[in-house]
């Protein structure tokens, strides 16, 4: 079955790095674009990056310039790195797998049809 499990959350302090990871398994992994989003409590999910299948990034204006996406097709992982963190970061981070196979990005949840499970990210000193 299909499976995506994130890793890689923590504790850090403002201005630090994190990068967290995503083992996917269960479907053509290479075939599918890969989102990372993230929630606060009392927050819609959003979008943060994604990547297509060819390996086109998207990042939202806010993580523009600090995060990078990627992905490893032959470990089944995508990537986000995360630099210069702010407090604002700080969410319930989420990998999902898009719900087409096509060579385009999603940017709303409901495009994507398979979540990991979170991991938390807190920026604070």
């Known amino acids: 079955q299909v499976q995506v499990v994130e890793s890689g959350g923590g504790l850090v302090q403002p201005g630090g790095s994190l990068r967290l990871s995503c083992a996917a398994s269960g479907f053509t992994f290479s075939s599918y674009a890969m989102g990372w989003f993230r929630q606060v409590p009392g927050k819609e999910r959003e979008l943060v990056a994604a990547?297509?299948?060819?390996?086109?990034?998207y990042y939202a204006d806010s993580v523009k310039g600090r995060f990078t996406v990627s992905r490893d097709n032959a470990k089944n992982t995508v990537y986000l790195q995360m630099n210069s963190l702010k407090p604002e970061d700080t969410a319930v981070y989420f990998c999902?797998?898009?719900?087409?196979?096509?060579?385009?990005?999603?940017?709303?949840?409901?495009?994507?049809?398979?979540w990991g499970q979170g991991t938390q990210v807190i920026v604070s000193s």
């Open positions: 999902a797998k898009n719900r087409r196979s096509y060579y385009g990005i999603s940017y709303v949840p409901v495009e994507y049809d398979y």
């Open positions: 990547i297509s299948r060819g390996g086109s990034p």
